[in-house]
């Protein structure tokens, strides 16, 4: 059962609805370099040397790599906000204890408290996060 107050529970659904609209528009941005430069690659405007392209491939790379972890994020801060009705909200999903209210607000999509994040990290560092 969450353990917060509908003025607790306030706090978490602003910070949750802030985050959610910064990386909206971190993905707009991110989808619009992306398209930018796939048209500048159609219309031969793209560098001239092999050193040049393999630096292009690189950024091109990172850049749809941090697409890919704003939008895994957002779709986890959209679960978050499905979430925030059930009476298991603010409940870690390990030891079942209040996960602190200020770890919500920094991070409205936690599902389990700092001890068990930190041992589920340890065990399943190796595991490829889904992709878009």
């Not at 993905?27 to 031969?44: K, P, T």
């Not at 405007?45 to 630096?55: F, K, N």
């Not at 408290?113 to 996060?129: D, L, R």
């Amino acid at each position: 059962m969450s353990s917060y107050s509908e003025t607790e529970l306030q706090l978490v659904r602003e910070a949750l609805e802030q985050q959610r609209q910064v990386l909206t528009e971190h993905i707009r941005a991110g989808l619009s370099e992306s398209e930018q430069n796939q048209f500048a690659a159609i219309l031969g405007r793209s560098a001239g040397d092999s050193s040049d392209e393999a630096l292009a491939s690189s950024l091109a790379d990172l850049s749809a790599a941090r697409l890919n972890l704003e939008v895994r994020q957002w779709r986890e801060l959209d679960a978050a906000a499905g979430r925030m009705a059930s009476p298991g909200f603010g409940v870690c999903q390990d030891c079942d204890a209040a996960i602190p209210l200020a770890r919500m607000v920094a991070n409205p999509a936690a599902v389990r408290c700092i001890a068990c994040q930190e041992a589920h990290e340890k065990t399943h560092a190796s595991q490829p996060h889904g992709s878009l």
